[in-house]
């Protein structure tokens, strides 16, 4: 299981990643810097939280994951 550290610095990779792809696509169709940046930086606020809370809820499932057999020594 992660730590709530560990889920928050994914989130806040991805995002730097993501936001560089948002801000280059709205900067190529727009052609304003200012608005590519609102943009972007609105954008991964919003989406860093999501993704934290998306993170969370799948440390809670057991759905799909292979637990560990407990052995007698």
């Not at 550290?5 to 200012?34: C, D």
């Amino acid at each position: 299981m992660d730590t709530h550290l560990r889920s928050v610095v994914k989130g806040i990779s991805w995002r730097v990643l993501a936001t560089l792809v948002t801000t280059s696509v709205v900067f190529l169709y727009s052609g304003e810097l200012a608005a590519a940046a609102v943009v972007g930086f609105s954008d991964s606020l919003v989406k860093v939280g999501l993704y934290w809370g998306h993170e969370r809820v799948w440390q809670r499932l057991t759905w799909g994951r292979i637990l560990p057999t407990v052995t007698s020594p």
